[in-house]
């Protein structure tokens, strides 16, 4: 019998299967009674082996049931958080502990879905069958279950990949003020992964974001083909606190399944500080006490137990990791305030984007002096490794003097090709958008500003002869662009192919000299 | 200004010497009247009950029944319960169809028929 | 007085002399109508401006002259070489020219293949797709049938539940129902 015919003998079967269930003997349960309700927390007297944590299933007079979860376990009441709709419940409703703590559907079945922390579906594609549920808070691999880090993972983004390199399992954060590219070079490192066929999945929480972003956000990763590798985690502004504070742990169970099974995942909480925001809404209405700036005493750990669980596993456990890309919004870009300077002692590394770059349309506006990446070289593909050596000096070097330049007309040929060096480089960092670089077009357009091929072109050309070169490249030196994507080092017999090119290049662009008079 | 533990403490005692229970129950009103806790009169009676129960091994449950309880489900329904005491109130209720529901302090049996079938109809273990 | 005209004076005075000369002797060469002072006289004429021409003229005219004759010579050289060097450039082109043409034909036999490779490619891969389609519309028709049969079955039960509640309102009275409580809390006590 085929597995689609539906015949009434099974369903009558299964109608008296669940009839007789219900013919079983009562049993004496652990009740309590909801006291009071509101914004989002109910109080509720008696289940004393409550467990923190623990899912309570609240009755409502419809027969239903809402959920919450217990947080507070108080002497005489316990504060649950709801995680359905509060209308529902009114005070004096019966409500059973579950024996379950909080847990979310995990596993390749939620790849390319658009889901609520609770698993629930939020696009269009039916339920979401996972075959395996873990649960939402899980303690962090140890040392001996870690290995470090060193594979990396390429952003796509030159600034990013050569100065400040991230590698799997690392937790990098990108910091900045609002409208500043911190979601972009998420996106973009996104896009890179499916450009370059790495195998990681994507997972994106947003933290109560503006639906129409997520929506704008998924629209693109649809066109760009990344959302095959995808897993979106969304809770807007509108979602209930408690829902806004599961997200970015239950997307980090789904991150570890993939972790936990020798896969690499990648996930971007965007952003904590609204995470942060959400959780100081709860314990206030938890009546805990608040501490600076009104957060909980306890709101360091909030963050460290959820970065924590990103790791790099040893070759015994499967090699498989988990890196995270935390956001955190400042205000007018102070990093020294407290949920900034918190999550900047957890992480190994942060990206730190300036308003004032960005309107320079320096873009992506990475500061280079404040950013760091801690994991650093081990990170690095070899062949990116080899040319990206001074970069960093020579930015550093070059942001001195001009400064100094703006005052000074008589500079000496040194200085002026310090300057000169660094504008072209600046220039060479910036990157359009949803247009990552592979491994050997950064190595080799990096090669080529070091040897000073670009130092005889004019600066605006320099978009253009990039482009250009990438081409001629691509065309001619298929092979070998091909081979040095696999990451190796360039031998000089390569690095010469790459100059030469760059050299014929540059020739048509160059400035033309004026023909002298016989 | 009196802790509810205190207070819970006081009622105890003046419950042990009083037979008087409106005296009594007016007394704790101009209380928490005068002291604006009127909300808490449902924690207090619950810790009361709790009281009673350590100290004296009293314990009262509400069954609710749909058609009046006869001697023999009294006794079997106190039965369940294990206490020196045991005081039942009972309340009637015809919505529930049939069956009764116990409630004792923290605990509560639910056996009434009107449960049952909620679960049947929304598939509820 | 110029050379020019010293001579002009001794050649009129041996033109002079030549005619006393000959009016005096008509007979020798005279005879023959010659003078022979005057051809002396103009031979040394003849001689001084040879000397003359020689010693200033004559260096700088074959000077010139040599001078023209070797740009001469030079012109045509380098004319013969500009013909030499376009004839060589001249192949040049049309040794580049066929070069471009090969590559050119290379490069289109590559971009065929490629095009080829790539359309094969993605016919696989558009075939795969359509496997993977139908494989995941036969899971979704199978889930479709599993919720189809779970809402039957909750509609079903809700509907006895409802036909129970009517029954019961009727039919269980109060010893009916004591008897089932008694029944149900012996079990529990057991």
Redesign the interface.
Known sequence: MATQDLTIKELGADIRAAIEKLKTRPEIEEAGIVTRIGDGVAWIYGLRNAGYNEMIDIETTEGGKVTAFALNLGDDEIGAVLLGDERLVKAGANAHLTGRIMEVPVGPELVGRVVDPLGNPLDDKGPVKASHMSPVERPAPGVLDRKSVHEPLMTGLMAIDTMVPIGRGQRELIIGDRQTGKTAIAVDTMINQHRQQTGVINIYVAIGQKLSKVARLVERLKREGVMDQTIVVATSAADPASLQYLAPYAATSMGEYFRDNKQHALVIYDDLSKHAAAYRQMSLLLRRPPGREAYPGDVFYLHSRLLERSAKMSDENGAGSLTALPIIETQAGDISAYIPTNVISITDGQIFMETNLFYQGIRPAISVGLSVSRVGGSAQTKAVKSVAGNLRLSLAQFRELAAFAQFSTDLDTETKQRIERGQRLTELLKQPQYSPLGVWEQTALLLTANEGVFDGISIEQIKPVQAALLSELHKQHKKDMEKLNQGDKPDDKLKETILKAAQNVVKSYEPKAEKVKA | MTSRKELVAAIYQLMQTSTDSKHLAQHIAAHLLDQRGTKEVGAILRELESLRLNRDGVLEITATSAHALSAESKAAIKALFDAKQIIMHEQQDPSLLGGVKVRAHDRQVDYSVRTRLQRLKTGAN | MSVLHFVQIIGSEAATGAGHAAAEESTGIAALGLDPLAILAQAGTFLLLFWIVKKFALGKIVQTLEKRHKTIDDGVRLGQKMEAEQAKLEEKVEDELRKARTEADKILAQASREAGEVVKSAEEKASEKVDQMIADAHV??????Q????A???D???M??EA??II??EK???K???N???R??????A
Do not use: C, G, W
């Open positions: 979704r028709i199978e889930e479709d049938m919720r189809a049969r779970k039957l079955e909750k079903v039960l809700s006895v539940a129970t509640e019961l309102e269980l009275d109060e009916k129902d004591n089932l409580i008694q149900a809390f012996a079990r529990l006590r």
